[in-house]
C-alpha cells in the first residue's frame, strides 16, 4: 500500500528566507503532485513531477523529485505573505487502484512579516 | 472548456433530508471523482467513475450514493447524513489513461445539523 509522509506538518516562515518542504512516499509511484489550498478552498495544482531528476520552478517555488530516495521537496525562496497555505503532496500510482492519488497530511505554511 | 463546475457551494442540512451535489466538466474525461475533506485534513478518495460506471468505492457508508448519468456529470446523493459527515466535498476529473491529472472543481461546503 502506497504510503505518503509530508514533514513539517507546520511551518512558521519569516518573510524573505528560504524554506523546504519534505514528501516521502513509500512504494514506487508515477507521477508526484503538488498542490496548494487556501483555507475553505480547492486544490489549486502547483507541480507535476514525472521522472527522475524532475525539477519545476514557478516564481519562489520549485520542486524536485528523486525517484531512487522516494522525496520530492517543495523549495520556497525569500518567502512572502502570499504564500501562506497548506501545501499537499500527492502520489500517482498510473492503472493502479483508478490513477488513486495518494496524499500526504499537508503542510500549514504561515508567513510573518 | 478546462473547468470542473461544482454546485451548490455551500449546504445545510437536517439529518432527515436527502439532497444531491452536482459535478459537471466538459473536458472529455473519461474518470471523475469524489473526494472528501475535513477541516485540516487531506482529501480523501470516496468514489472513482471510470466510463460512467462505478470502478472504486472506498467503503463508503450506503448514506452516499453515486451516480454518473453520462460523461460529463457526476452526482453525490446525499439521504440520513450525521454531523461527522460535515465536510467539504470536492469533485475531480481526469482521462482515465496517458496523461491523466486530476482537475478539481471548487468543492461544496456541506454543514449537517
Known amino acids: 500500500e502506497l504510503k505518503v509522509e509530508q514533514n513539517p506538518l507546520f511551518l512558521s516562515m519569516q518573510e524573505g528566507k528560504n524554506y523546504t518542504i519534505y514528501c516521502n512516499y513509500s512504494?514506487?509511484?508515477?507521477?508526484l503532485y503538488w498542490y496548494r489550498q487556501d483555507p475553505g478552498k480547492s486544490l489549486e495544482s502547483l507541480f507535476v513531477?514525472?521522472?527522475?531528476?524532475a525539477v519545476k520552478q514557478e516564481g519562489r517555488l520549485m520542486a524536485s523529485l528523486d525517484t531512487k530516495a522516494r522525496l520530492s521537496t517543495l523549495h520556497i525562496t525569500a518567502a512572502v505573505h502570499d504564500l501562506s497555505a497548506t501545501y499537499f503532496c500527492?502520489?500517482?500510482?498510473?492503472?493502479?487502484?483508478?490513477?488513486?492519488?495518494?496524499f500526504g497530511g499537508g503542510t500549514r505554511v504561515l508567513v510573518k512579516p | 472548456d478546462t473547468e470542473v463546475t461544482q454546485t451548490p457551494k455551500h449546504l445545510v442540512m437536517g439529518m432527515t433530508n436527502k439532497k444531491s451535489l452536482k459535478c459537471e466538466q466538459h473536458?472529455?474525461?473519461?474518470?471523475m471523482y469524489w473526494y472528501k475533506q475535513k477541516a485540516k485534513k487531506p482529501p480523501e478518495l470516496m468514489f472513482v467513475?471510470?466510463?460512467?460506471?462505478?470502478?472504486i468505492n472506498e467503503s463508503v457508508p450506503s448514506r452516499f450514493s453515486p451516480e454518473c448519468p453520462n460523461s460529463s456529470l457526476l452526482n453525490l446523493h446525499l439521504h440520513a447524513l450525521q454531523p461527522e459527515d460535515s465536510a467539504l466535498y470536492l469533485c475531480?476529473?481526469?482521462?482515465?489513461?496517458?496523461?491523466?491529472?486530476?482537475?478539481f472543481g471548487p468543492g461544496t461546503r456541506l454543514t449537517v445539523l
Open positions: 475531480a476529473s481526469s482521462q482515465v489513461y496517458s496523461y491523466n491529472e486530476q482537475f
Open positions: 512504494t514506487t509511484s508515477d507521477r
Open positions: 513531477l514525472l521522472s527522475n531528476g
Open positions: 500527492a502520489a500517482q500510482r498510473i492503472k493502479a487502484a483508478g490513477n488513486k492519488l495518494t
Open positions: 473536458m472529455g474525461h473519461r474518470a
Open positions: 467513475y471510470s466510463y460512467e460506471k462505478l470502478s
